[in-house]
């Protein structure tokens, strides 16, 4: 089973940059590069909401129109570690943020189509 832990959440200011990591373990190896991997956030009284995703096998990349221009999604395979590099950051931008893998899933639609893999989240807060 495939399990998922986040770190690098922080307190900001406006502006500032942060740098999530989520690494991964339990991947078999027939199956790696099938997963598509993908990063969302929950704000207080907000669904969660997808905020970028990437394919392994595709390399095919989708972020939020929120977030486009600002973040940068990637991934260290020989790590394990899927990273979101968050710039230029905004109030609006707070959150708990969870990275997922989703075996077969859509990266168009951030993961759908698959059983997803969920970290424990971590939490980022940017204050004005």
């Known amino acids: 089973q495939v399990q998922l832990v986040e770190s690098g959440g922080d307190s900001v200011q406006a502006g500032g940059s942060l740098r999530l990591s989520c690494v991964g373990s339990g991947y078999t190896y027939s199956t790696y590069n099938s997963y598509c991997m993908g990063w969302f956030r929950q704000s207080p009284g907000k669904e969660r909401e997808g905020v970028a995703a990437i394919g392994r096998t595709s390399g095919q990349i989708k972020y939020a129109g929120s977030v486009k221009g600002r973040f940068t999604i990637s991934e260290d395979n020989s790590k394990n570690t899927l990273y979101l590099q968050m710039n230029s950051l905004k109030p609006e931008d707070t959150g708990m943020y969870f990275c997922?893998?989703?075996?077969?899933?859509?990266?168009?639609?951030?993961?759908?189509?698959?059983?997803?893999?969920w970290g424990q989240g971590t939490q980022v807060t940017v204050s004005s």
């Open positions: 997922a893998a989703v075996k077969y899933g859509i990266v168009s639609d951030y993961c759908e189509g698959g059983i997803p893999y």
